[in-house]
Antibody, heavy 121, light 108 residues
Framework: EVQLLESGGALVQPGGSLRLSCAASGFTFGSHAMGWVRQAPGKGLEWVAVIGGSGARTYFADSVRGRFTISRDNSMNTVNLEMSGLRAEDTALYFC??????????????WGQGTLVTVSS | SSVLTQPPSVAVAPGKTASITCEGNNIASKSVHWYQQKPGQAPVLVIYYNNDRPSGIPERFSGSKSGNTATLTISRVEGGDEADFYCQVWDRSSDQYVFGTGTKVTVL
């Protein structure tokens, strides 16, 4: 059974930093891209970042590029999202998600339950 | 990058058919995927690669595409189908996942 468990969400001041983690199990972790998708309160889904299975390639939404980084540890089956320069508009529930495709990018077939990030003074 | 536009809301009576559209430039050349999100829950994949259903998703859910419009159809709608629905594509030109604006389905 595929499981994705996010952690690290917190209340942080504007301009601050935060690290989110996602622990994965139940599939061949290194074969799949892993992404983060966020949802601001009462709003729709917004893709944030993705990292390829080997970790060599990363892609970011325009809204976070240059402020967020994504990494993975295939020996520990974890993926991390490092967020810096946080703004009020980064306030959201952050979901970790697994791409269905093998060694490419397409869609997310499994999602975690999310971890809440609140940016406020 | 791509922009995917969905109607904000769709209302349907139980037992009837709900159709949710997703319009976007060049969507004809992309694979479209659909997610259902119930309140307080994570999204669930209901249709992938335009018209395939993951295991466990009822046959009442189907997908189609014509030109630059993709459609999710829910037949014989039930009260439990009330949720927000999102379309999504992978935009190869910008290396981004793009989600639609979302549609709230209300069962009357």
């Amino acid at each position: 059974e595929v499981q994705l468990l996010e952690s690290g969400g917190a209340l942080v001041q504007p301009g601050g930093s935060l690290r989110l983690s996602c622990a994965a199990s139940g599939f061949t972790f290194g074969s799949h891209a892993m992404g983060w998708v966020r949802q601001a309160p009462g709003k729709g889904l917004e893709w944030v970042a993705v990292i390829g299975g080997s970790g060599a390639r990363t892609y970011f939404a325009d809204s976070v590029r240059g402020r967020f980084t994504i990494s993975r540890d295939n020996s520990m089956n974890t993926v991390n999202l490092e967020m810096s320069g946080l703004r009020a508009e980064d306030t959201a529930l952050y979901f970790c998600a697994k791409d269905l495709s093998i060694h490419t990018y397409a869609l997310f077939d499994y999602w975690g339950q999310g971890t809440l990030v609140t940016v406020s003074s | 990058s791509s922009v995917l536009t969905q109607p904000p809301s769709v209302a349907v009576a139980p037992g009837k058919t709900a159709s949710i559209t997703c319009e976007g430039n060049n969507i004809a050349s992309k694979s479209v995927h659909w997610y259902q999100q119930k309140p307080g829950q994570a999204p669930v994949l209901v249709i992938y690669y335009n018209n395939d259903r993951p295991s466990g998703i009822p046959e009442r859910f189907s997908g189609s595409k014509s030109g630059n419009t993709a459609t999710l159809t829910i037949s014989r709608v039930e009260g439990g189908d009330e949720a927000d629905f999102y379309c999504q594509v992978w935009d190869r030109s910008s290396d981004q996942y793009v989600f639609g604006t979302g549609t709230k389905v209300t069962v009357l």
